[in-house]
């Protein structure tokens, strides 16, 4: 069990309802990022968090999504109020320390897929 | 904003065909680059990483990419494909952005190889 884990694999959700998808990362990964995948597309940035606190959110799209890691361990990624364009992959990776100079490369989980009826 | 190009998008090749997939990025300073391999029904993982000294970089499987500053450029290379290596190629650049250093990623290759 030393890779990053995911749960659910599969959320469907209605619009407007409330999700939280749940990111274990290696033990020890003092480095974590939140990820939003369309089909076609690379993954796109959304959250990075260096232990406790997010260090950079700018690619959150809006108020509607926010994320926590209050352990420095396993975090939760909350969006308010779905809406049928939240629904992609969603992954989320870690990494031993993060930053330019630390940065060895980011370990993925399998992420969590998303749909929004 | 940073931004990553992978100029081709579908690629087929038959087995034993050589393999250049290319990558572009647009920061002009310091950067780490890295590719990312996605094997169908598995993870994102990483294939090769770019931090600094040679600019010719061996990974996985008979895997290679080199950087050139000039060109903005970290183009991924394999003498000869095997069946194996179908799968969905990423190009990553952790650049500074907004105070951090962040990845930014290309939209993928998706390659095909026929055997």
Avoid at chain 1, 71 to 90: C, F, M, N, P, W
Avoid at chain 2, 15 to 28: F, I, K, T
Avoid at chain 2, 31 to 55: A, I, T
Wanted: charge should be neutral.
């Amino acid at each position: 069990g030393a890779g990053v884990s995911q749960t659910p694999s599969n959320k469907v959700t209605e619009k407007g309802k409330y999700v939280e998808l749940r990111c274990d990362p290696i033990s020890g990964h003092t480095a974590l990022y939140w990820y939003r995948q369309s089909l076609g597309q690379g993954p796109e940035f959304l959250i990075y968090f260096q232990g406790t606190g997010a260090a950079d959110d700018s690619g959150l799209p809006n108020d509607r999504f926010f994320a926590v890691r209050p352990e420095g361990s396993v975090s939760t990624l909350k969006i308010q109020r779905t809406e049928r364009g939240d629904s992609a992959v969603y992954l989320c990776a870690s990494s031993l320390t993060g930053g330019l100079a630390g940065e060895k490369g980011q370990y993925f989980g399998p992420g969590t897929r998303l749909t929004v009826l | 904003a940073q931004s990553v190009s992978q100029h081709n998008h579908h690629v087929i090749l038959s087995e034993a065909a050589s393999l250049e997939l290319g990558c572009n990025y647009s920061y002009g300073g310091t950067v780490n680059l890295f590719w990312y391999v996605q094997y169908p029904g598995q993870h994102l993982q990483l294939l090769l990483k770019y931090f600094s000294g040679d600019p010719l970089v061996k990974g996985i499987k008979g895997f290679e990419a080199e950087f050139i500053k000039s060109k903005f450029s970290f183009n991924l290379r394999k003498p000869s494909v095997q069946w194996s290596d179908t799968a969905e190629y990423f190009c990553a650049v952790n650049a500074p952005s907004g105070g951090s250093y962040i990845p930014t990623f290309g939209r993928g290759t998706s390659l095909i190889v026929h055997p």
